[in-house]
């Protein structure tokens, strides 16, 4: 019993420091790729209620830019998105991951080329696990 007490105190308080730092500067891409890696299931559950919906920074090498679109069953409205796709990258430590940027905006895509280097702010809206690497699904303006 004093080992579950104990457990529930110290993940109440890593939430707690993890939300409060999270709202003082946005969450770096690798930190939360290590951090999602070494988690257990119930762990990524609770690191994706904290950090979906935060600003994140996140780059890497574009492999393609496309035209995109998704049905918001909020409002039944299809959405028009423009998704910027990133190379597989590792963090340091090996972690591999991807960025995948969308953007409403048509002239924010307009001048990336493949194989540049980006580098974007945003919003976290997803963190796909493939078994493979990571996604982060990122809107950025």
Known sequence: MKA????????????????????????????????????????RNEIRGLCIGEDIIAGGIISNVEDSSFFNTNDNVRENYFMVKTLVQ???SGNPYEAVFFCKDVNAVKGLNKGERIEKYGRLLKIVDRGLWIYLWIEVE
């Open 90 to 92: 590792n963090t340091a």
């Open 4 to 43: 579950i007490v104990v457990s529930s105190c110290a993940i109440l308080l890593f939430s707690v420091l993890f939300c409060a730092s999270a709202h003082c500067e946005p969450i770096g891409a690798e930190g939360l790729v290590d951090r999602f890696y070494e988690a257990t299931e119930v762990q």
